[in-house]
């Protein structure tokens, strides 16, 4: 069971996400988007939004940071484990109730006005019904991790983050003795990498950084009166006849009756 969850799993979840992510963009490029409801109701989008996106994403940093960095490096900088491990519970603490508020703002919007509601898909609420179950999961570690100060649990998660990425066979054992929330914090986050391909979380793939050092520019509507060079006269005299059959009679048309 051990072996599954933390052996097998991880790689389930890892390889649907980036294959499942590949294939979703060379097939169906038009729904890669945020979906998002701003026209519907700005209304709690505002505050509701930032708050979750600065939680989530400080804690998605963290954990990269936190899980992924190999300990002769933490060592090496002179990162004592007890600290790291107070620094983890205290900034991902405050990160993740910021998130859960956010988040529970973004839930409350989304089910209450019938407008959004209607235009949302089972996966637009499933997703943030999980998203906020494994806020509430984290922040419940931090109880545990709070008996464990001198940072060595810790150390477990690292050794099975690590181990996992670099394919070796007995990662799961490192984290088989931790405390249940864990490992259902764990299995809930493999899991929504799981279902990421099939979601909106897509468009964290596609964060428009570019915008801060693109050129410039401005669109500008042409005052040019003289036709474009590669319509010829003739077509653009069958495009004048053919508007002014299509234009809706005005005050200026000639009626029936004239
Ligand atoms: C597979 C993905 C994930 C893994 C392996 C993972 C693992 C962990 C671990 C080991 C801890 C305890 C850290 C410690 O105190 O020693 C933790 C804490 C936490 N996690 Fe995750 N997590 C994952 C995904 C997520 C996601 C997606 C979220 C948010 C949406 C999240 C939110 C939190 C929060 C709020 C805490 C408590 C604060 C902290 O210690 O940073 N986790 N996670």
Redo the contacts with the bound molecule.
Sequence with gaps: MNNFFFGIYPYIALSVMIFGSIARYERDPFTWKSSSSQLLRRKQLVLGSILFHVG?LT??V??VA??LTPVWIIDALGIGHAFK?VV??T???I??VM?LIGGGMLFHRRWTDPRIRKTSSVADIGILGL?LL??LL??S??FA?ARHLDGH??LK?MHW?QGILTFRPDAAAQIADVALI?KL??VC??T??LLFPFTRLVHMLSVPVRYFWRPGYQIVRSRRTTPLPSHSDAEIARAKVASAKAAPAGPRAPSLAE
């Design positions: 989530v804690i998605l963290g954990h936190g899980l491990q983890a519970m900034v991902g603490g990160a993740g998130a998203l494994q806020l984290g922040v570690t931090i991790s649990e810790m998660f983050a864990f914090h764990i986050g493999l929504i990498f």
